[in-house]
């Protein structure tokens, strides 16, 4: 099984955006790219923060 479940759709009446712990309403090509881009940006500052 898992954990937690985080659900992206534009369909906000979707029965896993109703049923995740984490829910996020938009285009998820678009919800990931940004994502990936803030844990890109975090991790470039952590490895300023070590230095």
């Known amino acids: 099984g898992c954990d937690k479940v985080v659900a992206i759709n534009l369909d906000p009446g979707c029965d896993m955006i109703k ?27 952590a490895r300023r923060d070590a230095a």
Do not use: C, E, H, T
């Not at 712990?21 to 919800?31: E, P």
């Open 19 to 45: 049923r995740a712990d984490l829910s996020v309403i938009g285009d998820g090509a678009a919800i990931l790219q940004a994502l990936i881009a803030a844990v890109d940006n975090w991790r470039k500052s």
